[in-house]
């Protein structure tokens, strides 16, 4: 299984960036995948999940109202849309899928909680 994330880049203060990430090698059907990121000298913190065909989201605190998550599952490809970027959203964006079995209730915001990661792509904001 791969994860291949592409769409980064550096973009001013207010500008928009989508990032995208295809899986291959397997489906992940309703299974979540999702985006976490990672600051230098910081942890990776969760940013963004989907799961049950689009049924259910969840997006961490500080990107909620700017960034949307979507998929295609024909295409087992995962989207980020990210608008109005902050200095603070610069970081690497991984994304991240899950194999395992899945509830409808959970939330899949810890990074133990995916199964297959991507190689990250880099987003910097300038302010």
């Known amino acids: 299984v791969q994860l291949q994330a592409s769409g980064g880049g550096s973009v001013q203060a207010g500008g928009s960036l989508r990032l995208s990430c295809k899986a291959s090698?397997?489906?992940?059907?309703?299974?979540?995948m999702g985006w976490f990121r990672q600051a230098p000298g910081k942890e990776r913190e969760f940013v963004a999940a989907?799961?049950?065909?689009?049924?259910?989201?969840y997006y961490a605190d500080s990107v909620k109202g700017r960034f949307t998550i979507s998929r295609d599952n024909a295409n087992n490809t995962v989207y980020l849309q990210m608008s109005s970027l902050e200095p603070e959203d610069t970081a690497v964006y991984y994304c991240?899928?899950?194999?395992?079995?899945?509830?409808?209730?959970?939330?899949?915001?810890?990074?133990?909680?995916?199964?297959?990661w991507g190689q990250g792509t880099q987003v910097t904001v300038s302010s």
């Open positions: 090698g397997r489906t992940f059907g309703n299974h979540p």
């Open positions: 991240a899928a899950r194999a395992r079995a899945t509830g409808y209730t959970s939330t899949y915001r810890h990074v133990l909680d995916y199964d297959y």
């Open positions: 989907m799961w049950w065909g689009g049924a259910r989201t």
